[in-house]
């Protein structure tokens, strides 16, 4: 293990594409632009837009190549998208998308119930997807779920992960994402993935990608920080999860997840009472509380109003 604590985090906004795809409204495309273009503000400069996926399974996210039309582009800002195929590729990359992140999961039974193929499916369809993405010079970034856990076949082998991270490694993958889909992970299972994980792909960055399902999300961060993890993916107001996966709401909550880093003296960029401030403003767009606790609490004395980290 590490014997400090990164100095710095990268934070990767997911909630206007996993965390509404979850939710039972479905905004329209002016709302959620007006929301990526507040995230925007924040200082946030990884924003997961939307999903290239089939709009009968995914309706909330119909409208993906339209939001990223109309959104603001603050400047550094990466504004990326999922696909899980060749076609959802080419139509994100028609959209101008910044970034493609091809997603499969470690599970077969979450794979087909997800993207409906085999995982020796998907990672045939990950090499072409990559093929597309560097042909256009966008960066290609590997999303793997069910990582730390299935809700039908139970534990995922690690050396599974491990192979089929390897595959994708191999295909150019700038990092991968290591995603918790069920918040089936713990602080112990956390280390145990990442070290192997940096054991076998040296060279090849990985992100974190936890839920909370069963409220051990923030502790899985601290676990994956002592071991030098320093890319997570986190949700505004905490919203979203897997709907083709029983059992799978709860993302980490974006402005909890800034105030726990600024708490410890590790920097984020991101201006924490703007972030509070989006959150506030989903709640209105939804109808209903979201489950940061941040929002309902506060920022903490020690951070003053600003937010920023201690020093």
């Known amino acids: 293990m590490t014997q400090t604590l990164p100095a710095r985090v990268s934070i990767r906004e997911v909630g206007p594409r996993d965390g509404l795809q979850h939710e039972d409204v479905i905004l329209s495309a002016d709302q959620k632009v007006a929301l990526i273009n507040s995230l925007s503000a924040t200082g946030l400069r990884l924003i997961e837009v939307g999903s290239f996926v089939r709009a009968q399974h995914v309706p909330q996210m119909a409208d993906t190549a339209e939001v990223f039309a109309r959104i603001t582009r603050a400047a550094g800002a990466t504004y990326s998208a999922i696909v899980p195929n060749t076609t959802g590729a080419r139509r994100a990359l028609d959209a101008g998308v910044d970034a493609v992140q091809v997603f499969l999961s470690t599970s077969e039974s979450h794979n087909q119930s997800n993207v409906h193929m085999s995982i020796a499916e998907s990672l045939d369809q990950a090499a072409d997807v990559a093929a597309l993405v560097r042909a256009a010079d966008k960066p290609f970034d590997a ?30 993958a700038d990092q991968i994402t290591l995603g918790d889909t069920t918040g089936m992970g713990h602080p112990r299972m956390v280390q145990q993935v990442a070290l192997a994980f940096r054991e076998q792909l040296p060279r090849t960055p990985i992100r974190l990608h936890p ?95 600003s937010g920023e980290p201690r020093v």
């Open 143 to 172: 999303v793997l779920s069910t990582v730390f856990g299935c809700p039908f076949e139970g534990d995922v082998p690690l050396d599974r992960i491990l192979m089929v991270a390897t595959r994708l490694a191999d295909l150019g």
């Open 211 to 305: 839920h909370s399902a069963r409220g051990a999300g923030l502790a899985n961060v601290l676990a994956a920080l002592e071991v030098g993890v320093d890319r997570f993916d986190a949700s505004v107001g905490g919203i979203g999860g897997c709907p083709f996966a029983p059992g799978a709401p709860g993302n980490i909550c974006s402005e909890d997840l800034v105030h726990m880093l600024h708490e410890m003296g590790i920097a984020t960029d991101i201006r924490l009472p703007a972030l509070i401030a989006c959150a506030r403003n989903l709640e209105l767009l939804l109808g209903h509380e979201v489950p940061g606790q941040t929002i309902k609490a506060g920022i903490c004395g020690h951070l003053g109003a």
